[in-house]
């Protein structure tokens, strides 16, 4: 009774995977589901956006007729780093904003003792000072001006310093941009050179994307314009709906709202999804981020209802089931006739396990041939068991309180058991039920008394996703 998970085609180079991390690569990985042409997915943008080398790249994508995949494959490789960026952090630069070669603000009058040094491989800050038309004796005055002008001798590849010269050559001031959001700057005063530091903030500005799966949401996202980190907050918002191993079709459908970063006209970046909608088989579901008058944010339905639900699906993240739940199966090691009254899930020894659902553990240890075995009481309607675990995680034991999605265990294969995997059983008031079969609880909804507030914040979001996306369909007539 073993179930084999879709092997996922080689659509990506190598680098793909290697430079994606942890459980990111694993879920891509799940996500490279079918193997065919990929087209229909475009982004429209704002009017600041800028068109980039790899924007017209991906317009002549779009524009070209679907070809077979190894055509494509090649067309794409120019830009394929966009998912292998490893920004952990969602405020990095990503795929939207293809980094413009730095140039000196335009804003920024030149005046006649204004120089620009752009530093090269191997230059020092006297090296560059002197290319400006500076002694020697300058550079050291800077350096030793202030504690932060430090910061002025390290240097990079492309970085540009700016000088401004007074006309008996002497300097007045000097800034250089260490980032497209930091400047630092040491101006000349009464009392020596002054350093201070300028930090823009940039602006958020909302975003729409808009794209069909036609091999992979992974390929399509990137199509449509969203960064690899979008791609995966996508699949969390809709992971307790959706199976993205293996419901995701060709033809299924995605529309997305989110907070683009923007400064002095450039996509420097993005931020949070703030609304979006996913058609998977048919069936639509919509997901609106809200936050709460108490501070915490969590994703609701256009409705208000909760996407989160009281139960995960399954307690190890990417495991393959070996065996599933029945009345009555031959069991290896009993040489008998049994019921399977859970489900298995094969992973490596060590393979994090986690509660499926908040509650209280009501046994941490040893339980005949479950062996090494977490009973968690969810309420008074529900338990969940997991057998078979090689330990326990820190801070588990009966009574311990537990979050869904915190780790209790590891993978092992102690009691009467053939190979490492979780024995995992759900239980409705005594009964076990099979955790696959079974409907999952809702978590709960919008409190009642956020209710209008809420809805103050999903209906414009999602009727502007509507315009948007009727404004693209039109486009493309
Ligand atoms: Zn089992």
Redesign the pocket.
């Given at each position: 009774m073993t179930t084999e998970p879709p092997k996922a085609p080689p659509l990506y180079p190598k680098s793909h995977l290697l430079a994606a991390s942890g459980i990111a690569a694993l879920l891509s990985l799940a996500l490279l589901v079918f193997p065919s042409s990929e087209v229909e997915a475009k982004r429209t943008s704002a009017p600041l956006e800028l068109q980039t080398p790899a924007d017209q790249l991906k317009q002549a994508q779009q524009d070209a007729p679907a070809t077979d995949l190894g055509e494509q494959e090649a067309v794409q490789a120019p830009f394929a780093h966009i998912d292998n960026e490893d920004d952990q952090d969602s405020n990095t630069a990503d795929a939207a904003a293809p980094a413009p070669v730095a140039k000196a603000d335009d804003s920024d009058k030149k005046a006649p003792g204004h120089r620009e040094v752009t530093v090269r491989k191997g230059d020092t800050l006297s090296k560059l000072f002197e290319e400006a038309g500076l002694p020697a004796t300058a550079a050291q005055e800077v350096m030793s001006s202030d504690k932060q002008a430090k910061q002025f001798a390290q240097l990079k590849n492309g970085q540009v310093l700016e000088f401004e010269i007074s006309p008996e050559g002497q300097l007045t001031s000097l800034h250089t941009k260490l980032s497209n959001t930091e400047t630092i700057r040491l101006v000349r005063g009464a009392k020596g050179f002054a350093f201070n530091r300028d930090v823009i903030k940039p602006t958020m500005r909302e975003a729409y994307a808009h794209g069909v799966i036609k091999n992979s949401l992974s390929l399509s996202g990137q199509r449509a314009g969203l960064s690899h980190n979008q791609v995966m907050d996508l699949v969390n918002i809709f992971n307790y709906d959706v199976d993205f191993a293996q419901d995701i079709r060709q033809g299924d459908v995605f529309d997305v709202m989110y907070e683009q970063k923007v400064l002095n006209g450039k996509v420097i970046g993005t931020g949070n999804i703030l609304a979006a909608r996913f058609t998977n088989r048919g069936k639509t579901y919509t997901a609106v981020r809200y936050t709460s008058k108490q501070g915490t944010t969590n994703y609701y339905t256009a409705e208000g209802n909760s996407m989160r639900k009281a139960f995960v699906r399954s307690p190890v993240d990417f495991a393959r089931i070996s065996?599933r739940f029945s009345v009555g199966r031959f069991h290896p090691i009993l040489n008998k006739i049994r019921a399977?009254q859970?489900?298995?899930y094969a992973a490596p020894r060590g393979t994090p396990i986690k509660a499926t659902g908040d509650g209280k553990v009501e046994l941490a240890g040893r339980r005949g041939g479950y062996g090494n075995t977490v009973i968690i009481a969810h309420g008074k309607t529900y338990k969940t068991l997991y057998?078979h675990m090689q330990g326990f995680a820190k801070g588990i034991h009966a009574g311990s309180v537990v979050k869904q999605g915190q780790v209790i265990g590891y993978i092992g294969t102690t009691g009467l058991s053939t190979g490492p995997?979780v024995?995992y059983e759900f239980q409705v008031n005594g009964v076990h039920v099979d955790p696959l079969g079974q409907k999952l609880p809702m978590a709960d909804p919008i409190a009642k008394n956020e209710k209008a507030r809420f809805m103050q914040v999903a209906q414009p979001l999602m009727a502007q996703m509507d315009q948007e996306k009727s404004t693209m369909v039109a486009s493309k007539k």
């Open positions: 065996s399977h859970g489900v298995d057998g995997h024995h």
